[in-house]
T-cell receptor, first 113, second 113 residues
């Protein structure tokens, strides 16, 4: 059974740029959630995808968007990067919904200069 | 809006001590509560999950309790070891709809030899 993987590990961008982060779900999981964790804070829920459809969203602006693919891998896209977007971005997969136990990936550290 | 508070924010103890980490939440209408461990710059590892109908869960040296009516959970770590050094996060899932988890900021634990 493979775990949740994320790429890249680290990323440096400048303000105004766009970024794409990637996540591969744990085998057999069809639900993926994305979280933003600023330094010293707990993770904040961005959104969840279930069977390629967005199925729940936190308090994040539309420039945060996502995709889920038929193989249940996922992307998080952030447009018009701002300095406050600097954070650890975590994805988590679960069997069918947010009610189920989530398994987290190692995260992508994004730095916006 | 659910708010989750963890006390203390940081803790440093000698090896072998028993310790208690606290988590409080403002809305008692929860589906479950989960404790996670996070090593520096890494993803989250689930430690214990307590459903709203349960009072406690145990795994090895860890014991988590839940008092839904008072909005509190504790994580008890017995005979602490240097390998327990990490940040411990609690997350509460709201019942009756979205099941979006709300995380606390965590307790940073250092166990020194």
């Amino acid at each position: 059974e493979t775990g949740v993987t994320q790429s890249p590990t680290h990323l440096i961008k400048t303000r105004g740029q766009q970024v794409t982060l990637r996540c591969s779900s744990q085998s057999g999981h069809n639900t993926v959630s994305w979280y933003q964790q600023a330094l010293g804070q707990g993770p904040q829920f961005i959104f969840q995808y279930y069977r390629e459809e967005e199925n729940g969203r936190g308090n994040f602006p539309p420039r945060f968007s996502g995709l889920q693919f038929p193989n249940y891998s996922s992307e998080l896209n952030v447009n018009a990067l701002e300095l406050d977007d600097s954070a650890l971005y975590l994805c988590a997969s679960s069997l069918a919904s947010l009610r189920d136990t989530q398994y987290f990936g190692p995260g992508t550290r994004l730095t916006v200069l | 809006k659910q708010e989750v508070t963890q006390i203390p924010a940081a803790l440093s103890v000698p090896e072998g001590e028993n310790l208690v980490l606290n988590c409080s939440f403002t809305d008692s209408a929860i589906y479950n509560l989960q404790w996670f461990r996070q090593d520096p710059g890494k993803g989250l590892t689930s430690l214990l999950l307590i459903q709203s109908s349960q009072r406690e869960q145990t795994s090895g040296r860890l014991n988590a309790s839940l008092d839904k009516s008072s909005g509190r959970s504790t994580l008890y770590i017995a005979a602490s070891q240097p390998g327990d050094s990490a940040t411990y996060l609690c997350a509460v899932r709201r019942s009756g709809g979205s099941y979006i988890p709300t995380f606390g900021r965590g307790t940073s634990l250092i166990v020194h030899p």
